[in-house]
Antibody, heavy 120, light 108 residues
Framework: EVQLLESGGGLVQPGGSLRLSCATS????????MIWVRQAPGKGLEWVST????????YYADSVKGRFTISRDNSRSTLFLQMDSLRAEDTAVFYC?????????????WGQGTLVTVSS | EIVLTQSPATLSLSPGERVTLSCRAS??????LAWYQQKPGLAPRLLIY???NRAAGVSARFSGSGSGTDFTLTISTLEPEDFAVYYC??????????FGQGTRLEIK
């Protein structure tokens, strides 16, 4: 059974940093692209970042480029999102998702999400 | 960036009814559209990919169609568990991956 479990969310002040983790099991982590998607309270879904299986390719939404860094540890089947220079508008539930076997951009399994609140 | 526009924003229907949700892309994305279902407090769930392919374990009452810029998700007979928010998502021209704003399907 595929499982993804995010952690690391919490309350942080504007300008602060936070590192999210996504621990996975039930599939060969090193073979799949992984994705972060966020959802502001009461709003829709927003793609944040994608990393290829080997970590050789990384993509970011313009809204987070230069502030967020996606990475992965294939030996630990874990995905990360380092978030720096956080702003109030980054407040959201952050989901990690697995890319499908055929393409990086079909999100076939999702974690339950972790809430990030940026506020003073 | 490709913008996806979903309509209507909200639908009020009764169990047993048939429903069709719409998603329009700002430019052609061939067949590269997916649909997700999200229930309150839960993560989204993949329903349909590449316009018309059901994901594993998805009920046959869900079907998708379309290509180019116009796509639809049809639920043939609404069950109580189908009342949720539905999002479309394109991969025809990424990055960025983009989502529609969602259609809320509520019980009448």
């Amino acid at each position: 059974e595929v499982q993804l479990l995010e952690s690391g969310g919490g309350l942080v002040q504007p300008g602060g940093s936070l590192r999210l983790s996504c621990a996975t099991s039930g599939f060969t982590f090193s073979s799949y692209a992984m994705i972060w998607v966020r959802q502001a309270p009461g709003k829709g879904l927003e793609w944040v970042s994608t990393i290829s299986a080997s970590a050789g390719s990384k993509y970011y939404a313009d809204s987070v480029k230069g502030r967020f860094t996606i990475s992965r540890d294939n030996s630990r089947s874990t995905l990360f999102l380092q978030m720096d220079s956080l702003r109030a508008e980054d407040t959201a539930v952050f989901y990690c998702a697995k890319g499908s076997v055929s393409t990086w951009a079909i999100l076939d399994f999702w974690g339950q999400g972790t809430l990030v609140t940026v506020s003073s | 960036e490709i913008v996806l526009t979903q309509s209507p924003a909200t639908l009020s229907l009764s169990p047993g009814e048939r429903v069709t949700l719409s998603c329009r892309a700002s430019q052609s994305i061939d067949k590269y559209l997916a649909w997700y279902q999200q229930k309150p407090g839960l993560a989204p769930r993949l329903l349909i990919y590449d316009a018309s392919n059901r994901a594993a374990g998805v009920s046959a009452r869900f079907s998708g169609s379309g290509s180019g810029t116009d796509f639809t998700l049809t639920i043939s007979t609404l069950e109580p568990e189908d009342f949720a928010v539905y999002y479309c998502q394109q991969r025809g021209n990424w990055p960025p991956i983009t989502f529609g704003q969602g259609t809320r399907l509520e019980i009448k």
